[in-house]
């Protein structure tokens, strides 16, 4: 496992932009794939991008796809979420979490930060 602490949300005007940061603890970072997911208000969790070991493949879910833009430094040990023309709807806590392969079921992360709020007023 890898120990991950998320920074960088905030509340933001509707178009907005931020970039949230999870940095890892733990030296096998490289060979891990990373996820962001979120959690709406009253609302189950949902991956919206994630990143394999060495940074080549990545994914998004539909509803950020163009917005968001998931990327890695390992030699920093961190993890990042770009998120541009943001919209109320993206309102969540937003989870950064390790795997051993890329996936977008909680249940295949072994590993989760503690969480950012972002909040996106219109």
């Known amino acids: 496992q890898v120990q991950l602490v998320e920074s960088g949300g905030g509340l933001v005007q509707a178009g907005g932009s931020l970039r949230l940061s999870c940095a890892a603890s733990?030296?096998?970072?490289?060979?891990?794939?990373m996820g962001w997911a979120r959690q709406p208000p009253g609302k189950e969790r949902e991956f919206v991008a994630h990143?394999?070991?060495?940074?080549?493949?990545?994914w998004y879910a539909d509803s950020v796809k163009g917005r968001f833009a998931i990327s890695r430094d390992n030699g920093q040990n961190m993890v990042y979420l770009r998120m541009n023309s943001l919209k109320p709807e993206d309102t969540a806590v937003y989870f950064c979490?390790?795997?051993?392969?890329?996936?977008?079921?909680?249940?295949?992360?072994?590993?989760w930060g503690q969480g950012t709020q972002v909040t996106v007023s219109a």
């Open positions: 979490a390790a795997a051993q392969q890329a996936a977008i079921t909680s249940a295949s992360y072994d590993s």
């Open positions: 733990g030296r096998t970072f490289s060979r891990r794939a």
């Open positions: 990143i394999n070991g060495n940074g080549d493949s990545t």
